[in-house]
């Protein structure tokens, strides 16, 4: 039977669990590891290669195909029922090969994504990798943290979690450690905490009474069979454009077949060749080269030290204009360390370090080396203390914390409660933003006036100034109404280097039509001085807004204020006046990236079109994501927004191949039919063409890379469309230009009495070359085809070759050539066929740099 943990008593869990105050001993864990497995939930599982293979046949367009051969077979037309099938083998072959890899890339780069818990073990606190967390742990739970396996509940303070993705409940739920009845709901459970929610105020710890399957979430885990990767947006949108090409196709080949019977075509010929358009049509291919863009662009982010979570992020990632950036850690190295030391007199300055070590969470893993995990600004705090002489463990022995208001970036201060020696009364220790310190403190007009002077003075350098303070009380337990009348003891200042070529990284984002916005939590006067060290604002008063002035001005006044280019700082924000930011630019037709690591970041960065976590950020905020900057730094992100664009340029390059070959075929023929000539291509030969074009190429697409090292400008404003205005009349221009030459050409050659299955042979292979030659110019929408690298991508150049081999094979095989009625060509052939190539490329080259290239120039007005 499940135990009901939250109807025992701490102790009666610790018993149980066999366990202490100073948690389990290493080896202990260790063994208890081996016992239980590892904390984790089974990823999903990977389909069987099988399976994957049958599922390349699951798609209504393989179903026409299917469709088709049956038709042929019952015409006794084997040899089409054969190219068919080859047909769908080919397909699914390739189809197979490439979703194969991009499901391995997409379980490669879930399986980096690392979470950490943070332990009592033998008496000390450690940080471990979620999965070795067993029952029995004592965990420590802070704002931020993901909660790492079911537990219950052993100290809270003010402790809040939240549990919607167990309970559905969106409020936060406020926790205890009181023993509840046996028959409490989940919900209800308030002193216990669960995988699968996270922490969202406050601190707590708790004993580990179930890990991985065990767990509530586990179980429903279980239930749950394995969902497959959310199609993203653009996805969705390729697979119903492939559908609507389908229907329309599937129209106009029945009106093809209707036409060719009235003009007395044979009926086993019409339904073969209208088969055989409406197949060769369709765009088979273009829903999986679509993923196959997205994984590789996956990958290569990858490479630039950018984790992007979620499919959905890839492509929005190319039309992010608007970057908004959290200072403290992307534009300043997030190292922080202490600058200055002021005490408000000279005896007041080893109280300011004792607080500092004291009102602080950060945790020293090594004393020797000096190495510590936890925020920046508190790990330079201890490190301050440490260096001044201050003994930690000694300190925290004399004046062991007895409850604690932790730090939260709206209040933007810390306040903990100790003990002192020799029953003396308990002591409040309070640090944070100057403003907020000094509002406690027991200060007369004319002092308070100049600490103020004193402290902005240090903030105008760029440092980011904490006050101190501290009083005795009679009080056992802290609330914010004690933080009153405190004694006002000193500032620190502290420093945190800029990154280096910052400056120039800035330069990069704005050449690149992205605005940077700086949006920190740091003082206005720190937040100027900084972003004019970094080139973001030109002189040294920038407009800057700060959390208050945004409190008090509407949405409409912000929103102006945003539209103007050189508004980009905002200060002392809190997490909620950014999602307020993203959403009016997003009203205003802007994508938005917003980097974040606090704990309160997460609903803007969820909010924001990519959200982007730092590696070093809460747990929280990484698992919100759907980037995560591995290297914390702003570069990537704008490496990564490159890579973005070339996904999006790739995918239309295919989008544009696939879709350009699909109407050609019909043309040619429905034109003969019209015009009473005989079939200028056969349906075997369709079928042949459709094999060479619609599968390699179209592939080797996808791995184009990009071209040049500068991001070039671009300023979408609103998302850009792969199939936009430009590209649809690209498409139509290229399927019908090319086609009328050949059906002309057809039309002529037949009058002056050319040997029809010669003529066959010579429309089959100039079909299947101008495809070959088509991909090379889809390489670049940018420049006309002599401008750059032709056989720079090795995958395109060998299908290129696979493609003429299968040509020259059905032409030159004698097996081939008899399935697919075609005799050999002869030297003159070759010369019309480069010719028509040539001619054919010289449209397509114009139809790129006309209609894809030319800026809709502005109308000019007249007065
Ligand atoms: P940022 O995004 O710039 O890091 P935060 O919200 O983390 O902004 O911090 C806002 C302000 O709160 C800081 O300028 C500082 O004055 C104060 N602060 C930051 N960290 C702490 C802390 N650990 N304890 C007390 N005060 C802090
Ligand atoms: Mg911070």
């Known amino acids: 039977m499940e135990k009901l943990w939250h109807n025992l008593s701490v102790d009666q869990v610790e018993k149980k669990l066999q366990t202490s105050k100073n948690g389990l001993s290493e080896q202990e864990a260790q063994k208890r590891l081996k016992k239980y497995g590892p904390n984790q939930l089974p990823t999903a599982k990977k389909l069987s290669a099988f399976k994957l293979f049958i599922n390349q046949f699951k798609s209504p367009l393989v179903y026409v195909l299917l469709g088709a051969s049956l038709i042929s077979c019952l015409l006794k037309e084997f040899n089409d029922a054969l190219i068919i099938g080859l047909a769908l083998f080919i397909n699914a072959l390739v189809g197979f090969i490439q979703e194969s890899k991009a499901e391995k890339t997409f379980l ?152 060719g019977l009235m003009r007395g075509y044979s009926l086993t010929e019409m339904v073969l060749t209208s088969v055989a358009v409406a197949v060769a049509g369709i765009p088979e291919g273009l829903a999986i080269a679509v993923t196959v863009c997205l994984a590789i662009g996956m990958q290569n982010i990858l490479r630039k030290k950018a984790l992007v979570k979620k499919l959905v992020a890839a492509e929005t990632l190319g039309s992010v204009d608007i970057i908004a950036i959290d200072k403290t850690g992307t534009i300043t190295k997030g190292i922080m360390s202490v600058d200055q030391i002021h005490p408000r007199a000279q005896k007041n300055a080893k109280d300011l370090m004792r607080i500092g070590l004291l009102c602080n969470n950060a945790i020293v893993e090594n004393l020797e080396k000096k190495e510590m995990r936890g925020d920046t600004t508190e790990t330079a705090l201890l490190k301050a203390a440490l260096d001044f002489g201050l003994k930690k463990e000694k300190i925290e022995k004399i004046y062991p914390r007895l409850d604690e208001i932790p730090f939260d970036s709206q209040n933007m201060y810390m306040a903990t409660l100790h003990a002192q020696p020799e029953n003396k009364e ?210 990537t992100i704008i490496e990564a927004v490159k890579t973005g664009r070339n996904i999006f340029s790739n995918i239309q390059k295919v989008v544009l191949f696939l879709l350009s070959g699909g109407f050609s075929e019909f043309i040619l023929i429905g034109g003969a039919i019209l015009l009473g000539l005989p079939l200028p291509v056969l349906a075997a030969q369709i079928l042949w063409v459709n094999i060479v074009e619609d599968t390699l190429p179209a592939m080797a697409l996808s791995y184009e890379k990009e071209k040049g090292r500068t991001l070039e400008k671009k300023n979408p404003k609103k998302k850009s469309e792969i199939l936009d205005k430009k590209m649809k009349r690209l498409i139509a221009l290229i399927s019908l230009s090319t086609d009328f030459i050949l059906l002309a050409l057809f039309a002529h050659l037949y009058k002056i009495n050319w040997n029809i299955e010669h003529l066959r042979t010579l429309f089959f292979a100039a079909l299947a070359l101008n495809q070959v030659l088509f991909v090379f110019s889809c390489k670049n929408l940018k420049k006309p085809i002599w401008r750059y690298n032709l056989f720079d991508n090795h995958f395109l150049n060998l299908s290129a070759v696979v493609a003429i081999l299968l040509v020259m094979g059905a032409i030159y095989i004698p097996f081939l050539q008899n399935i697919l009625s075609l005799r050999p060509l002869i030297f003159w052939d070759w010369i019309i066929l480069f010719a028509i190539a040539l001619f054919n490329l010289l449209v397509i080259e114009l139809g790129k740099i006309t209609l894809l290239n030319r800026e809709s120039l502005p109308s000019k007005k007249i007065k």
């Open 426 to 635: 308990q002591i409040i220790l309070v640090k944070g933003a100057p403003e907020k310190i000094l509002e406690f403190c027991n200060l007369e007009k004319k002092e308070k006036k100049e600490i103020k002077k004193e402290f902005e003075q240090l903030t105008q350098k760029g440092l980011r100034v904490l006050a101190f303070a501290q009083q005795k009380t009679k009080a056992k337990e802290i609330k914010k109404e004690l933080l009153n009348n405190l004694d006002f003891v000193g500032f620190i200042a502290l420093k945190d280097p800029l990154r280096p070529a910052i400056k120039e990284t800035i330069k990069n984002c704005q050449a690149a039509g992205i605005r940077p916005l700086l949006i920190t939590g740091d003082h206005k006067l720190t937040a100027a001085n900084i972003a004019q060290e970094i080139g973001l604002s030109k002189n040294s008063q920038p407009k800057i807004l700060d959390g208050e002035e945004l409190d008090q001005i509407s949405d409409q006044i912000l929103a102006k204020f945003l539209k103007s280019e050189t508004n980009n700082i905002f200060a002392r924000v809190e997490p909620r006046h950014k999602i307020r930011i993203v959403k009016i630019l997003q009203s205003q037709n802007h994508i938005i990236a917003m980097t974040g690591d606090g704990v309160n970041d997460a609903p803007a960065i969820k909010a924001a079109d990519i959200g982007i976590a730092l590696g070093s950020g809460s747990e929280v905020t990484k698992e919100t994501a759907d980037i995560i900057l591995l290297d914390d730094n702003l570069k």
């Open 108 to 259: 490669r780069l879930k399986s980096l994504v690392h979470y950490s818990a943070k332990v009592i073990r033998d008496g000390k606190t450690q940080i471990i990798p979620s999965n070795q967390v067993v029952p029995g742990d004592i965990i420590i739970l802070e704002a931020g943290d993901l909660v790492p396996a079911d537990a219950r509940l052993q100290k809270t303070y003010n402790l809040q979690s939240q549990e919607a993705p167990l309970t559905g409940e969106s409020e936060a739920s406020h926790k205890k450690n009181e023993i509840l009845p046996a028959n409490t709901n989940l919900a209800d459970r308030e002193n216990m905490v669960y995988l699968g929610t996270n922490i969202a105020q406050g601190k707590g710890q708790a004993i580990v009474v179930n890990t991985g399957l065990k767990t509530k979430l586990g179980q429903i885990a279980q239930l749950i069979k394995k969902t497959k990767e959310r199609s993203t947006p653009l996805q969705k949108k390729i697979t119903s454009l492939a559908q609507t090409i389908t229907l329309i196709l599937a129209g106009l080949c029945l009106l093809l077949f209707a036409v």
